[in-house]
């Protein structure tokens, strides 16, 4: 196989934690093949000659995979303290951690990890009782690559359903137990995919699907229409009644729910990642037909609790930062709704428990924590030990009390006990990470984007440190899909803190930090403004002396990985590393695999117009790289099972990347076995993954690594 030859040299600096490190390194990266396949779009030609690496099971793809993994693995093993860092970085995970406890029957279920365990175990003990091992998913598979996804009981805790995982896929397994014995009940349930499980008293339960894609493998091809689905108990799979979806009512995306009081069966359906239609099912009624109570994709609507016939519904409609309001089951048209917690300027998102109503609000991207009776009534507001991430507010009717963790970028995860009656909150479960978080600070500043927007960014740094420009720093950010990224503890940051680097995290426009308008402001023909935010955000660092061109880091996984690869095609020249995660760089395409077209409200798609297509394809990563450009030191990274975002998108865009790319940087691929776009992926391959991109990182930064 043909081979290029690029001299790596990385010159070392002394820095703080960081020692001098100066070595040269030959890397080779394959040529690889092209071919001339183009499609057009609006009368122009778009070339796409790395087509062929979209079959993820073709004999020449595999054999692609193992040498761009064999060439990363070879430059990885010579960075002379990637050892190091992995040792290091295992003490650190060597810990115990715990999930917040949950009542179900007469048993207290939490998951526990002995510290280095691939799997976290699901434990369960009577009240003054001793623990026992209810699942232990490290014995579902020899290497600890297949997960438990999810698990849901029955009001009487006496069955549970269970899901599984295999090589971090989507498509999910359900095994159906006794809790009496473990003892197995019918068959296994295959093929189950973007489900939960909602049981109809111990008769059965509802979960939802896709038919098995016709074209391309399981992993990467097209699933179109969810369907819902009722199993009883006992009988084949094959015998279960679709309930929704299918042709008669397709959707892409279909879930359930049944209230808490059993009454009500709660149907959300949805085209794509943003709003969705409401419909409502009297269970207690012979007969009764689904009712539809919302029936366009305008806003996002979900119920969250009943008592008798009033239903409490959280929603945005007329309320972009969200409110809940009441209806009565029998005309739950939105005419009828009436504002019970009306719309703030912060952010709400909602819980219930213990006959309460926990209101989350997002201040800045922090939380802020407030408790109102079910009559819309506020009863306080819930003390927190600080600036942070609290979440885990909810409960059965029944509790008097329940457990939420809090977070912070310096504050390693933490269980409290609340009472739900005195307002009270108590330590329940500390975190035993060998971290002091005395030594460290995070500090929220706010910069002007390119257009002149106020976005927030959290800079967390050990106390004490010199602003003179030469701190490494990595920059992550998301971006999208209304999703907030709220202050929360990494273990592997710790290995960049200890060292004097500093962490900074932007809360980007397209995500959810300050709501609906927030996110529309990113979306569509309005993308580029979140790139404009996140390079922004590393041209503030740098002028404020955090860090300079050469010691900044920019990271981003999934949508976060289609920011990391539009910012390193758009500025090159800015960031002196870039870790692209599972992204979606293939702009173009990205809706012709799985549930991409479910993407289709925050991109838009090249088929919708001209001028979305030309949009599209100038910020299209895989499409934006430039011939003899120098890029930043790049590790892609993805992983063979990713069937969210397939792997094709970082395989092409790697490919063109070594094609295009000129000077001394390093621009490889990582490609994980038996995982997939993050979810269950085991401890050993976590550790594995972040030991390469810290030496990867320090190495091309030109620093060592002091232990």
């Known amino acids: 196989m043909k081979k290029t030859a690029i001299l790596i040299l990385a010159a070392g600096i002394t820095f703080s934690g960081f020692s001098q490190t100066k070595t040269k390194k030959m890397v080779n990266y394959p040529t690889t093949r092209k071919d001339k396949t183009a499609d057009t779009y609006f009368g122009t030609s778009v070339a796409d000659p790395y087509r062929w690496l979209e079959n993820d099971v073709a004999p020449d793809t595999k054999a692609w995979v193992a040498e761009q993994n064999k060439v990363t693995q070879s430059y990885l093993s010579q960075i002379p303290y990637r050892a190091k860092i992995k040792g290091k970085l295992e003490k650190l995970w060597n810990y115990e951690r715990y999930s917040a406890p949950f009542r179900e029957g007469e048993y207290i279920y939490f998951m526990k990890n002995d510290g280095l365990q691939n799997q976290s175990v699901l434990y369960r003990q009577k009240e003054g009782g001793e623990p026992e091992v209810f699942l232990d998913p490290n014995k579902f598979s020899s290497d600890g690559t297949t997960s438990l996804a999810g698990i849901e009981f029955t009001k009487d805790g006496s069955l549970t359903a269970y899901q599984i995982s295999e090589g971090g896929s989507d498509w999910r397994k359900v095994i159906v137990i006794r809790t009496s014995d473990k003892g197995v009940i019918g068959d296994t349930l295959t093929d189950v995919k973007f489900s939960g499980i909602a049981w109809k008293g111990n008769e059965g339960f509802y979960y939802s699907s896709y038919d098995k894609p016709k074209q391309g493998s399981e992993l990467s091809g097209m699933t179109q229409h969810h369907k819902l689905y009722y199993h009883k108990l006992g009988t084949p799979q094959k015998d279960d009644v679709m309930i929704f979806g299918g042709e008669a009512t397709p959707r892409r995306y279909i879930g359930a729910s049944i209230t808490e009081d059993g009454r009500f069966l709660v149907i959300s359906a949805a085209n794509s990642t943003t709003g969705n239609e409401l419909y409502l099912q009297d269970l207690s009624a012979t007969g009764s037909p689904i009712k539809k109570i919302i029936d366009n994709f305008n806003n996002e609507h979900s119920i969250i609790d009943n008592q008798g016939s009033t239903l409490y519904i959280f929603t945005n409609l007329n309320a972009p930062n969200n409110k809940i309001v009441t209806v009565d089951a029998s005309d739950p048209s939105p005419s009828q709704w009436k504002d019970l917690i009306p719309e703030t300027e912060n952010v709400l ?90 030594s460290y600070e995070s500090k929220q500043v706010f910069y002007n984007s390119k257009d002149g927007t106020r976005v927030p960014m959290i800079i967390t740094y050990k106390k004490g440190i010199k602003l003179d420009g030469s701190n490494p720093t990595l920059l992550y950010g998301y971006g999208g899909f209304n999703i907030s990224l709220t202050p929360s503890f990494s273990t592997s940051n710790i290995i960049l803190l200890e060292q004097g680097g500093i962490y900074a995290v932007a809360n980007l426009r397209g995500g959810g930090e300050y709501g609906e308008k927030w996110h ?188």
Do not use: C
């Not at 758009?570 to 960031?575: A, D, I, T, V, Y």
């Not at 090249?606 to 003899?628: I, Q, T």
């Open 349 to 438: 998102s909602a819980g219930t428990g213990g006959g309460k109503i926990f209101a989350s609000y997002l201040k800045d991207a922090t939380s802020l924590v407030m408790q109102y009776g079910m009559d819309g009534k506020l009863e306080r507001s819930i003390e927190l030990p600080g600036v942070g991430s609290a979440s885990g507010f909810g409960a059965k009717k029944s509790e008097k009390e329940l457990y939420y963790t809090f977070t912070s970028y310096v504050y390693p995860p933490t269980i409290f006990k609340y009472d739900i009656a005195t307002g009270k909150s108590e330590v329940y479960k500390k975190s035993g990470v060998q971290f002091d978080p005395s």
């Open 520 to 707: 529309i402001a990113g979306t569509k023909l309005q993308k580029q403004n979140v790139f404009d935010d996140f390079i922004a955000a590393a041209e503030y660092l740098i002028s404020n002396k955090y860090t300079s061109r050469e010691k900044l880091a920019i990271s981003g996984g999934s949508n976060g990985g289609l920011l990391v690869g539009a910012a390193l095609t758009q500025r090159p020249e800015l960031f002196k590393v870039a870790f692209p995660a599972v992204g979606v760089l293939d702009m173009l395409r990205y809706n012709k695999f799985t549930a991409g077209a479910g993407w289709a409200y925050d991109y838009g798609t090249a088929e919708d117009s001209k001028e979305m297509f030309g949009y599209l394809l100038k910020y299209s990563p895989y499409h934006a790289l430039k011939p003899n450009t120098s890029y930043p030191a790049t590790l892609v990274t993805t992983a063979d099972h990713d069937d969210r975002v397939v792997p094709a998108h970082s395989f092409k865009f790697a490919a063109r990347l070594q094609e295009y790319h000129r000077g001394p940087n390093p621009v490889m691929i990582r490609i994980e076995t038996k995982a997939g776009h993050g979810a269950g992926k085991s401890t050993a391959q976590i550790i594995a993954e972040q030991a390469d991109k810290w030496a990867f990182m320090f190495y091309n930064m030109g620093l060592g690594y002091k232990d």
